[in-house]
């Protein structure tokens, strides 16, 4: 009796503590428990783990991989319905070839591109988009199609859980030859899909606040962007997730860089719309969807860019804008908004916005600006698959753009639910 009561003195209050759940799913037993004693009580998650994939394989040279298998029959992800799922998985696999790393693209897209129709306006456009592979045609030949066929299929059962993914490897242990060369394809692919490449559990951490519930204050934020500002979709859950004042000044097709002088439209401009009378704690610069990428030679010139603050180019651009905010309001912290991916349907080049968003992120660190990585960890980028089964891609018989998706209300700008997942990565930001 002693001793049950000694247990339940231990596990009422760590019981008491947690207001999230979690599921574990890894394929290496030694490599998993290396990361276990991170699930600490301040993280405020019940973790439980899963054991079907001990020694398996994310990767199959033919039919379907056995890490694949186990998760895609295990109905325990679905009956639980977990706050978080932390998937390791890969531990057991070899690097990808080269020639596979650089073909993660056709390993989802068919080719050549299909074509898509917006039916929106006056002048309905027609244009080449990249079209996913139907999820029974995905191979697992590579990191990309295993963890494809693994996130359509979580997106499918449990769409509101928290994906994070675990490196591979022991629990801080310094990478070197294939294992740091599989964590880096393994962290693009995550990147791809926008789920949070975890290499430190204090990342996770500064998630808490969603499961945990709680509101974050936040102060007085500026932002300047495009029309995911103007709409306020995300904004206003950050709104209501928090205790935060918006000053919002996006304006929709707004771009971070110029682009000749008839046009005015940029966030360069909305500097001289800034009230007078402000004091905010935090500014944000939120841009880039509706920009090019630079070309490579501008890319390696960025620090004359900067010097000379040429806004033609992301580095000249974001170096006149943070140049102007600090001597307006030099005790607030400025943040940039990497440009993520909604939906890679959207353009017949599915990864631009991955180039567009190292570009930016370089000019930031160039400035010594943290970035908002929407890129990576804004979850809404998925592959475009026409769930609504219209048109066959053709000129005659086009996809359609606009049709909505669980996150987005035209496959472009996130709604009501896809604000939320937009929300959080800049409340973990600027949380205090």
């Known amino acids: 009796m002693k001793q049950w009561f000694g247990i339940l003195l231990v596990l009422i209050p760590m019981l008491l503590k947690a207001e999230g759940t979690a599921m574990l799913i890894s394929d290496n037993r030694a490599i998993e428990e290396s990361w ?23 990767t199959a040279e033919r039919g379907m991989s056995t890490d694949v298998q186990c998760i895609l029959s295990n109905k325990s992800i679905s009956e639980r319905k977990p706050d978080v799922i932390f998937l390791q998985l890969g531990c057991n696999d070899e690097a990808d070839e080269d020639q596979e790393r650089t073909s993660y693209e056709q390993s ?10 917006t039916t929106k306006g006056a002048n ?25 066929r693994i996130m359509l299929y979580l997106r499918e059962e449990v769409p509101d859980a928290r994906v994070f993914f675990l490196a591979p ?42 499961w945990k519930k709680t509101k974050l204050s936040l102060g007085s934020v500026l932002l300047l962007g495009d029309s995911y500002c103007e709409l306020k979709k995300w904004t206003a ?17 707004a771009t971070l860089k110029e682009r000749g002088e008839k046009h005015t439209n940029t966030l360069g401009a909305q500097l ?15 841009g880039g969807i509706n920009d090019d990428a630079d070309p490579q ?54 990864f631009d916005y991955i180039v567009k968003a190292d570009q930016i992120r370089k000019a930031a660190q160039l400035l010594g600006i943290p970035t908002i990585d929407w890129d990576k960890e804004g979850r809404l980028s998925f592959v475009f698959n026409n769930s609504k089964g219209t048109g066959s891609g053709t000129n005659a ?29 800049v409340i973990k930001e600027l949380r205090p």
Not at 42 to 55: I, R, S
Not at 189 to 196: G, I
């Open 297 to 350: 030679s501008v890319v390696d010139d960025y620090t004359s860019c900067v010097t000379n603050q040429k806004r033609t180019t992301f580095a000249g651009a974001l170096a006149y804008i943070v140049s102007n905010l600090k001597v307006r309001f030099p005790a607030a912290k400025i943040y940039v908004i990497t440009p993520g991916g909604l939906y890679y349907g959207h353009t017949d080049s599915p």
């Open 169 to 210: 490897v022991r629990y801080g242990q310094d990478l070197h030859g294939q294992d740091s060369v599989k964590v880096s394809q393994l962290k693009a692919v995550a990147n791809m899909f926008c789920v949070p490449f975890v290499e430190d559990m204090r990342m996770v951490t500064r998630y808490d606040f969603i």
């Open 272 to 286: 001289n719309r800034i009230p007078q009378g402000i004091n905010p704690d935090a500014i944000i610069v939120e």
């Open 36 to 58: 276990t004693w991170c699930f600490s009580e301040e993280l405020g998650l019940m973790v439980k783990k899963e054991t079907l994939c001990y020694g398996c394989n994310l």
């Open 124 to 148: 309905p456009r027609t244009k080449n988009i990249a079209v996913s592979k139907d999820k029974q045609k995905l191979t697992n030949k590579n990191f990309a199609g295993s963890l494809c």
């Open 237 to 253: 859950a950050m709104e209501r997730m928090s205790d935060v004042q918006c000053i919002n000044l996006g304006k929709v097709s």
């Open 108 to 117: 989802l897209f068919d080719y050549p591109y299909g074509k898509v129709c």
């Open 397 to 425: 018989s086009p996809f359609l753009y606009n049709i909505p998706s669980r996150e987005t209300g035209d496959l472009l700008h996130p709604n009501e639910i896809g604000a939320v997942y937009l929300a959080e990565n």
